[in-house]
């Protein structure tokens, strides 16, 4: 007699996704850019339009498209310099930063 215990589904889930292998292409500029603007356009992540394109299942959608930067303590002391704060108010220099990307889009 084997001692498995069944995982609950939504572990069961975890552990499939946890065996997938992410696989990077090296590609041209064009192709890149190419099916980087589709993916805006269609409001879906790179990964996904190229799931897509290969006709593969793509089971989620962004819970919360966002942007992303990595900031280092000497870019947080810059930034806080040109907002006149202190580089420890990281909070207020993240609204800070929102709000010039949001100008930089109207314009």
């Not at 930063?97 to 930089?104: P, Q, S």
Request: hydrophobic share 35%; charged share 35%; net charge positive.
């Amino acid at each position: 007699m084997t001692n498995e215990r069944k995982l609950p589904e939504k572990w069961a889930k975890s552990a499939k996704a946890a065996k997938a292998v992410q696989v990077a292409f090296d590609m041209d500029e064009q192709v890149q850019y190419c099916i980087r603007k589709k993916a805006l356009d269609e409001g879906i992540s790179p990964s996904d339009q190229i799931r897509h394109i290969l006709e593969l299942p793509v089971t989620r959608k962004p819970k919360r498209p966002r942007l992303t930067v990595s900031l280092s303590p000497e870019d947080y002391q810059q930034l806080a310099m040109r907002y006149g704060l202190e580089p420890e108010q990281q909070l207020e220099i993240k609204r800070r930063v929102m709000e010039e990307l949001a100008t930089f889009s109207t314009q």
